[in-house]
Nanobody
C-alpha cells in the first residue's frame, strides 16, 4: 500500500500564499516512477483537478482556474510533491488532496486524507 500525507493548509486572506506538501511512503512504492496530481473539493462541489507533474518533474499541467497562480513541483529524493499557491482567492477554498497517477491507464489509485485551505475575503 501507498500512504500519502498532505500538510501546509490553513487560513489566509485573499491575495496571500500557501505551500502544500504531500509526503509519500510505502514498502513497494518507488516515488520517482509515478506522475503525481493535486485535486481539490470545495463545500457542495465535486472533486476537481488542480495540477499534475510528470515522473521527472519536467512536465506540468494545470486547471485553467489556477494557471499563473499555482506551481506544482516535486523532490524525488524526499518522496514529496508540492503545490505553491499564490494570489489566493476565496474560490480556492477547499480540501486539497494529492494522488498517485496510474501507469498504462487514466485515473488515480492512491489518495491522501487532504488538507484544508480557507481563503477569506
Amino acid at each position: 500500500q501507498v500512504q500519502l500525507v498532505e500538510s501546509g493548509g490553513g487560513l489566509v486572506q485573499a491575495g496571500g500564499s500557501l505551500r502544500l506538501s504531500c509526503a509519500a511512503s510505502g514498502r513497494t512504492f518507488t516515488f520517482s516512477s509515478y506522475a503525481m496530481g493535486w485535486f481539490r473539493q470545495a463545500p457542495g462541489k465535486e472533486r476537481g483537478f488542480v495540477a499534475r507533474i510528470s515522473r521527472s518533474g519536467g512536465s506540468t499541467s494545470y486547471a485553467d482556474s489556477v494557471k499563473g497562480r499555482f506551481t506544482i513541483s516535486r523532490d524525488n529524493a524526499k518522496n514529496t510533491v508540492y503545490l505553491q499557491m499564490n494570489s489566493l482567492k476565496p474560490d480556492d477554498t477547499a480540501v486539497y488532496y494529492c494522488a498517485v497517477d496510474r501507469v498504462g491507464s487514466t485515473g488515480y489509485d492512491y489518495w491522501g486524507q487532504g488538507t484544508q485551505v480557507t481563503v477569506s475575503s
